[in-house]
Each structure stands twice: as structure tokens, then as C-alpha cells.
């Protein structure tokens, strides 16, 4: 056990002088702060800053990282002047912001704040007089607000005395033969009163922005976070909020129901409390206390690398005894039936003593955005101890709902049924949006497919789901880690949905799968049997396989030609039986025919799904391996181990050529696919380290590495050695 006192150190990080490591003195500027302040991790006892943001550099003792991982957490401190933005408090946020990206370390962000500061210039309040457009009469307005002559006067020698700006600009007038100096322009001579809040506000939006780019970024809405706090929020991507008093807003629920002129909203709940930022994918989790909000967000940062760019942070299945690694995976698709997808990731509970396993290490899944796009499940789950993302179709029908807004008093709540297997305009941003994150965490992903396409109905075609159907393929193009797309048992991809997830897409990181009874193709089986094997096929396959119909056509073409035999006949000797004959002959051959229609609408419903079956014989994984559209067929119940150490290899191969390319011109880089072929060649042909069978098996080739690791390290040196 890691002793109690060592789990966790924390230090603030002060702003300090550059070039003494001095905190900066007291009633230090923002714009000082830019210039020559630098973060310094130190001691301090705890409410001693003189700014409303407190950020800290900790070191946590996990179970993936024994020796400590660090991460940096900003926090505004509600307390100092209801947690709003100024000059200072963005700076020390920036320069935080940027200590951790620098670093390439986490970021935690605690929101809770009111927003841009807004201020007024106290000193000018009691100073100002009115001049009336009647001095009698108020109502009838005023011509503007001005400062006495000796009021101007010592406001200005009071700027001279502190070497400080003139804090208005007036312009005088005369009245009447007295010097007024209207009031133009407010400056103030107290900071942060207006307009510079906001290109703060702005400074670190682009720095988060940047942030979630480069590290990993994370938000725990702990109050109430207004305006730009709220547009941090967004723009760090993963948030977990509070489901009490910590709405994400724009502008508080009182100001609204003054622009609007009545009272409408109650509460800031109503704007963005998790009721709306749940279902619309602003917040990914919700935690009931401050307590579980922090404990989902180590469970988070226990999938991500301690820095952009390490390993992987892998727990050992045999430390803690929770799972094995060689097992079957034993809940299982069923044809026909509608089942929860997150089941087949994370395994079910039958019983206290008894689970039957999923895919997942046993309690590792964690789904995120689980109130928004309900049509697709994402999320994160180790395989073997690796940590990996995931994208699983919803197979049952899901329910949207829209809220009624107060402030329209005609609109009403919507409930909209969202059919499963398909892509809509919400669900398809939803699978951008967990790939983009997977990457940026530098996850290894699998996709496992089960689309019938995307809804293109007017309504969804107006709701842009081909913009964000394309986001789908924006995100797969930068992704840079190992991606399986694997279609399960009695699963299907069809037509686009097909096209937005192709491993040639981005072939050096995808990779293609499919299952026992998996099936793919440009339309379902009945929608190809539809159009490519139509009624009259359908009946001529049925002529040529039922013996009933085969005898009714011997019996007709035997009819057929006794009556040309006849016809022939009569025609040679002039014989007068030609219409009686004729006659007795049509009678029978009228008969013959209603048979055989009556046998073919009898037979017609299960050729029929002869035809789709011989359609769907088109889908199947032989056919996808045989084209080359898919690697392999895996099966379901082998796929665990399969996955398992087809990921650990290409983890491996992933890191060896990222070594090779690091730091060489783009020019020079070479593509993961051909470097793979160059370290095959290596391995199988120049040393003849292992067979062209045994290149081909995972698991062999993940052991050969690890025992032989100095031998492919020497081979990363060499090839990287013919790049330079």
C-alpha cells in the first residue's frame, strides 16, 4: 500500500516575477502579469490570493500510475467578487492554461463564477451633475451629464499626482458663462470596469480552445458558470455538472425577464440546468455532489496518458483479479431481438455470484453522453487492462425530446421517436464529437457498426445531418491511434453509413471486421431483392425448381405442340375437325394455365424470400473478406481475445514508427501502412526471425516483440537513421 501522506501533493502555482521567481507585489496589473509574470509551484496557505482564480499543480498516486501522475487545476474562487472574469483572473487562468499545455498535462477547470466583471467608476458617481432640458420640470428629460470646473480640476490634478491616465474625457461648453466639461467618455480609474474584461474573456477562450487541442481537457461545473465561464465549458468539451445549483448559462434567468418585459423564467435551471445540458451533449456526466463529481472525474483521467503523447495508462488484470484476459465473450447478440447494446460491452449481472462477460474487463465500461443522441452509445472500456474508447449502435427505438420554451406560449414539448440502426442529425455530431475526444485523449477505438444508414427525410436533411454525417469522416481521417470497426452478429452497415466509416478512409490507423452472420452491403436484402430480382425472375426461378410447375409446363408445351402438330396437319390435307379440335385443344390449355397461376401465387411468398436470401448471400463476411472490404471475419465469442492482442501488436508497431517519424520534415515521414510492410520485410525476410504464417498471428508476434525489443529497437534506429 502507498502510504496515506505520499497519495497526494499539491502546490499552487503564484505569479511570479520572471527573473526574481518573486511573487508579484501587491496591486499587480494583468498587463504586468503578461509581460513578466511566470507561474511557480509553492507552498501558500489556503485563501491568500488577491484574485478570484486559484490554480494548482498536483501529483495524484493512482492505480495506473503507483509512482504519481500530474495534472493542473484551475479553479475559480467564488468568494472573491462572485467569481467573475477580470484582467487578473484571465491572466492567471491563461498562464495556467498554458503551463499545462506546455507540459503537455491535464486540465481540470472547477467552474463556478458569474461570468465577464462588470464594474462602474464609483469615484465619478457622486461627482457628475444633470443638466435638465427644463430645470423646472425632470420629466422632461435631460441634454447631458458634466463636471463643475473645480470638480474637473482636481480630478485631473489627482491623474497628474498618480501619474495615472485622465480617468473621463469631457468637452467643455459654455453655459450661460460657466465652464461645464461634459462627460464624453468614461475611463475610470479603477480596473476592470467594463470592455477589457471581455478581451480577457476572449484571451482564454482561445486558450482553451488550444487546450483542447493539445492536452486533455476537462470542466467540473460545481455552481453556476454565466457567460464566458460557460462558453469555457464548451470549449473544454468534457464536462461533468452538478445536477443542483449549477446551471450553464449565458445570462441569468432575471436579466432575460427584464429584456423580455414580464416575468417568464423562474430559474437558471430553465436555461441550463442539467435538464438541458444533459440531453443536448454540453454535459457528458452529471454527479449529485461535489464529492462524486471529483470521483468521476479520476475515473475519466484513469483512462488518459499521464502526458500528450505517453503510453497508455495500462492496469493489470492479474494485480487486481477482477477479469481475465482469455476468455470468451458470453453475452451475445440473438436474431430478431431488440437487446442493450452497452450489455454486450460491459457484460450482465444475473445474479450476486453470477455474470455472464462482455467484450469489456469486467466493471471498466463508462458511458458518456448518455442523455443526448440516444441512437449511438459512446464511451470508454479497457480490453485487457488497455484503455479504449467506443462507438456502439443503438438497436432499439430511442425517444428525442424537444422542451416547450416559456417564453413562446405556442410552442409545445415534442416527443420524436428515433428509430434504431440509424444515423440521425443529432446521433451522427454525437460520433464525431466521442471520435474527435478518442483521439485527443489518444485512445485506441472500436466502432462496432450496426447502421442501416443515415435518416435523409426533409426534416433531418433540414437538421444538416449530411454536415454532420461528414463530421463523422473529418474525425476518422485525424485520427492517429489504432481504430477497429467491427460489425456483430446479425448486425448490418448499409449504403452510407458504409462510406463514412471504410477503413480506407484512414488506412494506416482502420481497420475492418465483421462477425458470424455480420452482413454489409449498399441496400438491405430485401431493398436489392426488390430491384435486381424481380416477379418475373422470381417465377422463373420457380418454374425451374418446383417439380408441381414442371409437370403443368411439360404438360403445356406437350399440349402446345399436339395443337401445332395438328395445325400443321389440317393446313396439309384441308381437313374440316380443324375448329373442333382447335377448340377441345384451348379448353385444355386454358385449364393448364390457371393451374400454373394458381401454383405461382401459392409458391410466390416463399420464392420471394428465396430471392432475398439469395440477396443477402451478397452481404455475408465470406463475400466482404473475399472483396477485400474487411481484414477478417472475427467471431463474436473469440472477439475479446482477438481484439486484445491485434491491439497490443499494433500498439507496439504504432509506437515504434511514431519514433521513426518524430521530429523528421514531413517530406521525409513515411505512412504507418509502409513502414509495416518495411518492418515485415525485416522480420520474415532479412533476419528470418518468424514465418510468413507466424507474421500473420497476433499473439505470436506480440510475444516475439517483447522478448526481442532491442532488436526492433536497433531497427527503428536504422530506418529512422535513412530518413534523416
Not at 490570493?49 to 503507483?66: C, F, I, Q, S
Not at 464624453?184 to 487546450?211: F, H, K, Q, Y
Not at 373442333?580 to 401459392?602: N, P, W
Request: aromatic share 8%; hydrophobic share 40%.
Amino acid at each position: 500500500m502507498v502510504p496515506h501522506e505520499d497519495v497526494f501533493e499539491c502546490r499552487e502555482l503564484i505569479l511570479c516575477d520572471a527573473e526574481t521567481y518573486n511573487p508579484l507585489p501587491t496591486g499587480w496589473t494583468a498587463r504586468e502579469a503578461e509581460e513578466r509574470g511566470v507561474l511557480v509551484p509553492s507552498e501558500r496557505e489556503p485563501g491568500l490570493n488577491d484574485v478570484g482564480m486559484v490554480a494548482w499543480h498536483m501529483r495524484l498516486k493512482t492505480p495506473e500510475y503507483p509512482d504519481g501522475r500530474d495534472l493542473v487545476v484551475i479553479c475559480n474562487d467564488i468568494t472573491y467578487q462572485a467569481g467573475s472574469f477580470g484582467t487578473k483572473e484571465d491572466i492567471l487562468f491563461f498562464k495556467a492554461s498554458e503551463y499545462a499545455r506546455v507540459r503537455g498535462l491535464p486540465r481540470v477547470f472547477l467552474a463556478a463564477n458569474s461570468g465577464a466583471r462588470i464594474g462602474m467608476a464609483h469615484s465619478l458617481k457622486s461627482k457628475f451633475r444633470i443638466a435638465w432640458t427644463d430645470d423646472t420640470d425632470p420629466a422632461k428629460g435631460y441634454r447631458y451629464i458634466y463636471l463643475t470646473q473645480e470638480d474637473y480640476d482636481a480630478i485631473v490634478q489627482q491623474a497628474h499626482q498618480k501619474k495615472a491616465p485622465i480617468p473621463v474625457l469631457c468637452k467643455p461648453v459654455d453655459e450661460d458663462g460657466v465652464t461645464r466639461y461634459v462627460i464624453t467618455d468614461i475611463i475610470g480609474e479603477e480596473a476592470d470596469l467594463g470592455v477589457e474584461n471581455l478581451m480577457g474573456s476572449g484571451l482564454i477562450a482561445g486558450e482553451t480552445a488550444r487546450a483542447y487541442n493539445e492536452i486533455f481537457t476537462l470542466t467540473i461545473v460545481v455552481g453556476r458558470t454565466v457567460g464566458i465561464g460557460a462558453y469555457l465549458v464548451r470549449l473544454g468539451q468534457r464536462t461533468i455538472q452538478k445536477t443542483r445549483f449549477a446551471p450553464i448559462i449565458l445570462t441569468g434567468f432575471q436579466a432575460l425577464n427584464k429584456l423580455m418585459g414580464k416575468e417568464i423564467y423562474t430559474t437558471n435551471d430553465q436555461l441550463g440546468g442539467p435538464m438541458i445540458m444533459y440531453p443536448n451533449g454540453v454535459s457528458h456526466l452529471l454527479a449529485e455532489t461535489h464529492f462524486e463529481a471529483v470521483l468521476k472525474g479520476l475515473e475519466w483521467l484513469s483512462f488518459v496518458p499521464a502526458m500528450t503523447g505517453a503510453a497508455l495508462p495500462i492496469r493489470t488484470l492479474v494485480d487486481n483479479g477482477s477479469d481475465v484476459i482469455e476468455r470468451a465473450v458470453q453475452v451475445a447478440p440473438q436474431k430478431g431481438v431488440p437487446y442493450d447494446p452497452r450489455t454486450l460491452l460491459a457484460g450482465v449481472k444475473l445474479s450476486q455470484t453470477t455474470w455472464r462477460s462482455g467484450f469489456f474487463d469486467k466493471n471498466s465500461f463508462v458511458e458518456t453522453l448518455g442523455g443526448w443522441a440516444k441512437t449511438v452509445i459512446v464511451g470508454r472500456g479497457r480490453l485487457g487492462g488497455i484503455p479504449m474508447g467506443v462507438i456502439v449502435t443503438e438497436n432499439r427505438t430511442a425517444e428525442l425530446t424537444k422542451p416547450a420554451d416559456p417564453a413562446d406560449l405556442s410552442s409545445q414539448e415534442k416527443l420524436v421517436q428515433q428509430a434504431g440502426g440509424v444515423w440521425f442529425p443529432d446521433s451522427a455530431y454525437k460520433t464525431a464529437q466521442a471520435l474527435r475526444d478518442f483521439h485527443r485523449e489518444g485512445l485506441p477505438c472500436i466502432v462496432l457498426a450496426n447502421w442501416r444508414g443515415f435518416s435523409g427525410g426533409q426534416r433531418d436533411m433540414f437538421d444538416e445531418v449530411l454536415k454532420f454525417g461528414s463530421m463523422i469522416v473529418d474525425a476518422l481521417v485525424a485520427y492517429q491511434q489504432p481504430l477497429f470497426v467491427y460489425i456483430p452478429p446479425f448486425a448490418e452497415l448499409r449504403g452510407g453509413a458504409w462510406v463514412v466509416v471504410d477503413s480506407t478512409i484512414n488506412a494506416d490507423v482502420m481497420e475492418f471486421y465483421a462477425a458470424e452472420d455480420a452482413r454489409g452491403g449498399v441496400l438491405e436484402a430485401a431493398g436489392a431483392a426488390s430491384i435486381k430480382f424481380r416477379e418475373k425472375e422470381i417465377l422463373d426461378c420457380a418454374h425451374r425448381n418446383d417439380h408441381v410447375l414442371q409437370r403443368l409446363d411439360a404438360q403445356l408445351a406437350q399440349l402446345t405442340a399436339q395443337q401445332q402438330e395438328r395445325l400443321d396437319h389440317n393446313s396439309s390435307s384441308g381437313s374440316l375437325t380443324h375448329d373442333y379440335q382447335h377448340a377441345t385443344g384451348s379448353s385444355r390449355e386454358d385449364e393448364l394455365r390457371r393451374e400454373i397461376k394458381t401454383r405461382e401465387r401459392q409458391l410466390y411468398g416463399v420464392y420471394q424470400q428465396i430471392a432475398v436470401h439469395f440477396a443477402d448471400l451478397h452481404d455475408t463476411p465470406g463475400r466482404m473478406q473475399a472483396k477485400g472490404v474487411i481484414r477478417q471475419q472475427v467471431n463474436w465469442a473469440e472477439s475479446r481475445v482477438f481484439f486484445y492482442h491485434r491491439l497490443k501488436r499494433r500498439l507496439t508497431e504504432f509506437a515504434a514508427m511514431n519514433a521513426i517519424n518524430e521530429g523528421l520534415e514531413v517530406t521525409n515521414k513515411a505512412s504507418r501502412k509502409v513502414l509495416s510492410h518495411a518492418l515485415q520485410e525485416h522480420i520474415v525476410q532479412t533476419t528470418q526471425a518468424m514465418s510468413a504464417a507466424q507474421w500473420e498471428d497476433d499473439r505470436y508476434v506480440v510475444a516475439w516483440y517483447e522478448a526481442h525489443r532491442t532488436e526492433l529497437q536497433a531497427w527503428i534506429e536504422t530506418t529512422r537513421a535513412t530518413k534523416q
